[in-house]
């Protein structure tokens, strides 16, 4: 997953949905229906939201129990688009939307912001969520149908006063929830964390951070596994704890590593940036594999003949990354919950040899 988070804005950030429903490369798309609401264009499909009727949408939207919500890519540290569902009274559903900014379009947002819409439904108590396009806009569709949206019945309706085909889709939101059950592979393995696991981690106060390391040494905290299913988050630590969880599930024989650069156990340079990584290595039919998520710009599966020339070669990846520092390498048999970075750090120094 993306590192993307869900916002409920504030009143005051309303200003990023009047730029969206305003631009008209964004809002194409919703051009040409014969619709009646405050604001709508009919040539260009954008919608008027002037700062006079923001506190009236607030207002409503907290009322009547609609979600809306930005998606903010952390990387980035802005918005791209919006999210959002509420209860049709007259077809007794809820009906979800997404909105990505068009210069964001093409770029994995859609999927991730959908499972995480799903996921808020369905901790609402929502059991089913509903959507409504052109049965021609394929790319839309097949984005639905990844996240687990199925064509629940096809409609037709008037665009720029010519009839079009359209489709209804649907999710049951309980498919939110990860499954472990179906997963067979190495390549299951990587497909389940690519589409349930951020890069993310919950602080000893429980603050989510998504895609922020800042106050990391000082407030990280490990995570239990069903932390890590419920948020979907996970640092490298984490998330090596996740896939050696689920490689043992399916009797595939792996082993966790950590390269860093060493650190003493009395450690007091909190404001440093962690200079650890931590990652799995798997060992199938007299070939080593490694599964690499939590390094996004290196996500994937990589073969070798031999642990020792896996293990150099990540290594080395990380040296150069490290201007050349020596880093140990260090193999981990476990992750407790709740414990931070120094604790981790000493785990660490106890099972290494220099």
């Known amino acids: ?65 609609k979600y809306f919500a930005y998606i903010k890519d952390c990387s980035l540290d802005k918005y791209v688009g919006y999210v959002n569902y509420q209860y049709n009274k007259n077809d007794d559903i809820y009906e979800c939307g997404i909105l990505i900014e068009h210069k964001y379009r093409g770029k994995g947002y859609s999927k991730d912001a959908l499972r995480l819409l799903v996921k808020e439904a369905y901790k609402n108590g929502i059991d089913y969520l509903y959507d409504t396009f052109e049965k021609d806009r394929e790319n839309a569709l097949k984005t639905f149908i990844d996240v687990g949206f199925e064509i629940y019945k096809e409609s037709t309706w008037k665009k720029f006063n010519k009839n079009v085909e359209g489709i209804i889709v649907r999710i049951k939101t309980d498919t939110c929830l990860p499954n472990i059950t179906n997963l067979k592979s190495i390549e299951d393995v990587l497909i389940f964390m690519k589409r349930n696991i951020r ?24 995570l239990a596994l069903e932390e890590m299913l419920e948020y979907n988050i996970g640092t490298c630590i984490d998330q090596v704890k996740l896939m050696n969880y689920l490689l043992n599930k399916i009797k595939i024989k792996n082993k966790m590593f950590a390269t860093r650069i060493y650190e003493p ?81 000493n785990y660490i120094n106890d099972l290494t040899i220099l």
């Open 265 to 345: 156990n009395d450690i007091d340079e909190l404001d440093e940036e962690e200079h650890m990584h931590c990652f799995v290595l798997c060992y199938i039919n007299n070939k080593v594999y490694h599964i690499e998520h939590p390094n996004w710009s290196k996500i994937g599966i990589y073969e070798y003949k031999t642990e020792e020339e896996a293990l150099k070669q990540i290594n080395d990846y990380y040296v150069e990354l490290s201007g050349g520092v020596f880093r140990p390498i260090t193999e981990f048999y476990d992750v407790k919950p709740n414990l931070s970075f120094k604790d981790f750090n």
């Open 1 to 65: 997953m993306k590192n993307i988070e869900l916002i409920v804005p504030k009143l005051s950030e309303y200003s990023y949905e009047q730029k969206l429903e305003n631009n008209a490369k964004t809002m194409h798309y919703n051009a040409g229906y014969d619709v009646s609401y405050y604001g709508y264009n009919y040539d260009t499909g954008c919608i008027d939201f002037p700062e006079e009727r923001w506190k009236i949408t607030y207002e409503k939207r907290k009322k009547e129990n």
């Open 199 to 222: 890069y993310g981690w919950l602080d000893i106060n429980n603050k989510l951070h998504i895609g922020n390391m800042k106050n990391f040494r000082r407030l990280y905290r490990t």
